[in-house]
């Protein structure tokens, strides 16, 4: 995928800099990461610093020193996800500022003009949000009036001159329901001339993942060849392989940055949570073989229990390691999709990182449809439900 | 004047006695000093390093630092906020001081598990050759009430309680961690100051006392310490057997030998705020003849003071210490923890006479470490008056923490843009407060005042007189575009292009092949411009803590900055190129000019630790719980990710 601040490769994770920044890292360290897009949130940055502020600096990438591509999402799902006094109507969202309380209304044209403003590369339209766990005619409505709002978000964005240098994504909506996906992404993919790429929107809220997968799977089925997927607000590992199993290109979630903060590092044998006393005396890196500053540092599980929530260089440690371990789960995946052994990969990632601890029933299901049985050759038990691994204090 | 050197040797190799490291402290302005012992003094720092591994004993390396100069304390063993990757961006983190005490919540300390050649080192993640690393057991700036001392244990502080250390534990971490310095234990009383003459006497003994234990332990079955009985948490589960001696070893006890494995040994110079009792204290370090312990232990010294490489002063607990006198024999609070107004002065003129009564005595070829200097001020009357060789950077850290970024230069650089900023009193300050909202519009970069300019703001070849290149990685960013150790994650692009970096292709390298482009990349650093008081503002605003890493980095290397303008003026003088507006008073013009021109930073850092706690209250940690109290939800919105 090639945008204005150069290329980035498919598929992808993007760390989440909510308010223009990787919590605790600079953009110089995400670039000696590899990272090359990143994603800021449009209502944060709208709030502060504003867009007086954003203009003056001359645009989101001058401001925080990144010189890559980034993307920034519509403000619509904050809206609803943090303030429970927003009204959608069809003109726009109406929601209390956060500074005055005064109500004020996020259109699709005014999400769009704060995203020009902020000059992400890829730009999101407005979209009405419900919770993935509504049900009933909310749920119908929600998707019709996200085409309209795509129309406006459209004809805006054309008109403004800025569609050379910024991406416009629609984002298909329809809740769990795959009629009223398959009508949203009929309506949308009808306008593919006129948007850069699309997003799978109103997941990851609580739904079951046997529901979650099923949808996945039907919009990237449907979605064009020749315009980027974006599955929004997926990080776990095993959700980003069925992701891109099921043809998924781009992902972001705030999981691998902040559960760094919590302690927790990322790895390909799965979570070590290293506030957990059993690393006080574990003078082993993370991973022996992980690329990242903190790995090649040998900083030791036990110096990170020494310093996790105690220090915010700790949080830095593992948030620069968790941002590396997305970045080669993502960076494996393309190499093994072009040598043609992406089924391998599953089965080894799989293999690696869940191993006796027991396949997700999700997982094994949603990839036996894509033709690829995890449970092939190996006997391990399958776990109904979520299964995410996690490490407890008691555990293994 | 001369030149003092101490040297580890490697215990491991038996038989051989070729020095592991040496430690080097040389001054290099005598005539500077020549008035008084007391004069400013210009000197270096080395650590030259033998890599034993290598058999024909050649390979070294060296550390130098320059004095006066900085060393930095580590928070549980890291520099508070920077991750490890961005040490090696900081010229300043040369020396670090590493306070032991959080490392005693778990017995053995887990950096004593650490295998190799240097195992502090390693496990805190520092090179042999480009960092020298001291242990102190506790932190110098931590002045706060503790339980007693003992005869022979001292009360360290740690997350999970008070833990009682005594010399003898102390040498064998010492032992085991082969860091390149240690500071001596010394009974410094943390419980009811002002102390009374009879408990300061006491504090010279155990002192003394434990030096002398640090050259040499207890003979083998001498009898348990008292440090056993009175606090078993001391002992080791492991080796320790009712009738061994109290420290715990996994080290075999060491034979009493002249050829000491210990590094060298920096003594604290104790004796709170009585000159008689500070003075008295020296003496002890030179006296053959020893109140504390018997003179079998010092051996192979006749006095205490041969045996150690420098000293220090912790100005914290004087603070503590002279408010608590103060406090006793008037009313008026005459010094304070801050550093504001006349109250300094007096400060300023305190610590000189009780420095000086400390010094007085002892040899003055060693190096002087203080503690606990709180602003340029302090820090250039004790280079002045006292002949301080090294500060702690424990206040601009604390300073980055709070949201200050510093903002100013030795000697003093004319005017320049936005010095339009001044306090009540016309001074500037030597800082700004990034919380305030005048910053919110503000897209100068950290020290513009005083004249810091990034790296890449196109004067780094020769940047004219009044202009300084800030290393630090909020002013000088470096871009990584095409950067050979950019991480590759599998399948990768090879280039990204960038309109405002600089790429490979630009530098014209694309067809030269990978030697070229490596030859390359040694060579050209390319930065981006500084990132800007406007968005440093919206990290802090936003609980960010990208805010402290750049504030933290930039204040380090202020200081650092500062410090070389000290030893620039200095040297100008005592060099031998004198020129015609050098006179021996340019340094004291100068510091008097800096005083004159530069307000004290006591208000700013109490603003920006007001703006901070606001920011804290509403964004830190159990905010989300402080809010359902309040029930108020408008607001909550503002820093939610999701």
Known sequence: ???????????????????????????????????????????????????????????????????????????????????????????????????????????????????HAIGADIIMQLDDVVSSLTVGPRVEEAMHRSIRWLDRCIDFHQKSGKSDSQNLFAIVQGGLDPKLRDQCLEEMISRKDRVAG??????????????????????????????????????FAEDLMVCVALGVDMADCVFPTRTARFGVALTHKGPLNLKLSKHAKDLRPIDEDCPCPTCTSKMSRAMLNHVVTHETAAAHALTLHNVVFQAQVMGRAREAIIAGTFPDYLKSFFRDYFGEAGYPEWCVNALRTVGVDLLDGISVPVIPGNAAKWEYADGP | MGSISSETVDSSQAGSSRPKSTFEFTISSPELSSSSKFGPRLGHVSLTRRDTADASGKATSRIDIQTPGVLTNTSRGVIPHLSRDNYPSHSALKWMNVPFESFLEHNPPVPTLQVGEQPLHAFLGFQGQNHILSMIARDPNEAKEMPVNQNHVVSVS??????????????????????????????????????????????????????????????????ASKAKNANPKTA????????????????????????????????????????????AYAHALLEHHIPGPDLDQIRPYTFIDQGLAGYSVDLAVLRCDLSAAAASTSASPAVTQGDTGTDADANAATFNTLLR??????????????????????????????????????????????????????????????????????????????????????????????????????????????????????????????????????????????????????????????????????????????????????????????AHAFLVSHNIAVLEAFLRGVRGVLSRIGGGDVTPTSTPTAFEEEVEKFLRVYERPGALLGEAEKSWREVDLARGKGRLAREREKGDHVGLADDLEV
């Open chain 1, 1 to 115: 995928m090639t945008l204005a601040h150069g290329v980035t490769m498919l598929p992808t994770f993007m760390p989440v800099a909510t308010q223009a920044a990787i919590k605790g890292l600079t953009a110089q360290q995400m670039e000696s990461l590899g990272v090359s897009l990143i994603l800021n949130n449009t209502y944060h940055l709208n709030l502060r610093p504003g867009l007086d502020v954003l203009n003056a600096a001359g645009g989101a990438h001058r401001f925080q020193g990144w010189n890559r591509n980034l993307l920034t999402d519509s403000g619509g799902f904050q809206l609803v996800s943090l303030s429970k006094f927003t009204t959608i109507t069809e003109e726009g969202a109406l929601f209390a500022s956060p500074f005055t309380g005064e109500p004020t209304m996020l259109t699709p044209e005014e999400s769009i003009n704060i995203q």
């Open chain 1, 198 to 235: 699309y997003a799978i929107g109103g997941l990851s809220g609580g739904e079951e993942k046997d529901v979650f997968w099923r949808i996945i799977k039907q919009c990237a089925e449907r979605l064009p060849e020749d315009r980027p997927r974006y599955s929004m607000g997926i990080g």
């Open chain 2, 158 to 223: 740690t997350l999970r309680g008070v833990r009682k250390l005594s010399p003898d534990e102390w040498r064998t971490y010492a032992l085991q961690l082969h860091p390149d310095l240690i500071f001596a234990l010394a009974d410094t009383p943390f419980t009811n100051p002002p102390y009374s003459q009879k408990r300061l006497m006491k504090s010279i003994d155990r002192s003394a006392a434990w030096i002398g234990r640090l050259f040499n332990p207890p003979p083998a079955g001498a009898p």
């Open chain 2, 236 to 279: 080791t589960s492991t080796a320790a057997t009712p009738s061994s001696p109290a420290t715990n070893t996994t080290t075999p006890p060491q034979p009493t030998t002249p050829s000491q494995p210990l590094p060298p040994i920096i003594a604290p110079l104790i004796g709170s705020t009585s000159p008689r009792a500070r003075e």
């Open chain 2, 357 to 546: 009564a400390s010094l007085a005595p002892l040899p003055s070829e060693k190096p002087r470490i203080v503690f606990g200097a709180r602003s340029p001020h302090e820090i250039l009357k004790l280079v002045r008056d006292t002949g301080v060789d090294l500060f702690d950077a424990a206040w601009v850290v604390e300073m980055g923490t709070k949201g200050v970024a510093l903002d100013f230069a030795f000697p003093v650089r004319g005017a320049c843009a936005n010095s339009d900023r001044t306090t009540g009193a016309g001074k500037r300050p030597i800082g700004h407060n990034l919380y305030a909202t005048e910053y919110a519009m503000d897209f100068a970069a950290l020290g513009a005042a005083s004249g810091f300019v990034g790296a890449g703001d196109g004067v780094a070849g020769s940047p004219p007189a009044d202009r300084e290149v800030c290393t630090c990685i909020a002013c000088s960013p470096r871009v990584h575009d095409g950067d050979r150790q950019l991480i590759r994650h599998g399948f990768d692009s090879d280039v990204w292009i960038s309109p405002g970096g600089v790429g490979a292709e630009d530098l014209g390298v694309e067809g030269s092949g990978r030697q070229g482009l490596e030859e390359l990349e040694k060579e050209v650093e390319v930065y981006r411009p500084p990132h800007t008081r406007a968005y440093v503002h919206h990290l802090l605003h936003t609980h960010e803590m990208g």
